[in-house]
């Protein structure tokens, strides 16, 4: 193990929420925030002088609830929502006439009453089946079957989930627009992220001149790995190291 590069003043943080910050849970809404996170986010945020966003497929509103009281710089549902500062309002792309098809198309799905949840993003729609894993390959037939006829949407595999959304968003673009406006522009950017969707915006942080930590096992372009959640919170509370990948 390599001593790893902490966080410096004149660096950008940029973080996932699901299995970065948070454990994973059955349900999405069943997640639980260890309380030193808070803490410890609250003192990046004034050592940073603000330049520290959460970039998660989630919406914006439930990282809010989930960190409260804390109010961060956010990028949601993959950069379909952003607040490019915590004293800002929220935008939202609206839902595009193929994600309101498809939802026609979900709503009353049978994998729907055998364990699978349909999660209603707005501009975009996940399908998630931490409850049955066993229905990861029957989810992902429907929603490849789904959408077809759908051309301006792809499919996002993560962890127990598969999500539609329009191509002209990912955690990467996220990043790259942070990165154009105060507190975050001229900083060095850091990405922490432990799923595939992740590593657009690793390789964004990495682009810039700064560096990506993988959590957990995995292929990753980051240039340095965490074991876990908790070392995450390690790392961010300044009790650790990362190891090059």
């Known amino acids: 193990m390599n001593d790893a590069p902490q966080l410096e003043p004149d660096m950008a943080l940029f973080l ?3 299995g970065t910050l948070t454990e994973l849970a059955p349900r ?3 997640v639980q ?7 410890s986010l609250q003192q990046l945020q004034t050592r940073l002088e603000g330049a520290v966003a959460v970039i998660s497929g989630r919406p914006i509103a439930q990282i809010d609830d989930f ?14 929502e952003h607040r490019m500062a915590a004293d800002r309002d929220v935008l939202r792309d609206e839902p595009s ?3 309101r098809a498809l939802k026609g198309l979900l709503k009353n799905a049978d994998l729907l009453k055998r364990g699978a949840t349909l999660e209603d993003k707005g501009p975009a729609i996940a399908m998630h089946y931490r409850a049955a894993p066993e229905l990861e390959a029957e989810v992902v037939a429907l929603m ?3 959408l077809k006829g759908l051309p ?10 598969v999500e539609a959304k329009p191509f002209s968003s990912d955690k990467g ?7 154009e406006q105060p507190p975050f522009k001229g900083r060095r950017p850091v990405f922490i992220g432990d799923d595939v969707t992740d590593e657009d915006g690793i390789a964004a942080a990495q682009d810039a001149g700064g560096f990506g930590i993988k959590v957990g096992a995995g292929n990753t372009g980051a240039l340095h790995r965490l074991k876990d959640v908790a070392a995450v919170h390690d790392w961010l509370a300044g009790r650790t190291t990362v190891s090059e990948t």
């Open 28 to 30: 999405p809404e069943e």
């Open 152 to 161: 301006a949407l792809h499919l996002v595999h993560g962890k127990m989930v």
């Open 97 to 99: 006439p193929d994600i």
């Open 16 to 18: 996932d929420f699901d």
């Open 173 to 179: 673009y996220a990043v790259r627009a942070f990165l």
């Open 33 to 39: 925030v260890a309380g030193e996170v808070v803490s």
């Open 67 to 80: 960190l409260a009281p804390l109010h961060l710089p956010a990028a949601g549902l993959h950069g379909l």
């Open 144 to 146: 490849k079957e789904a």
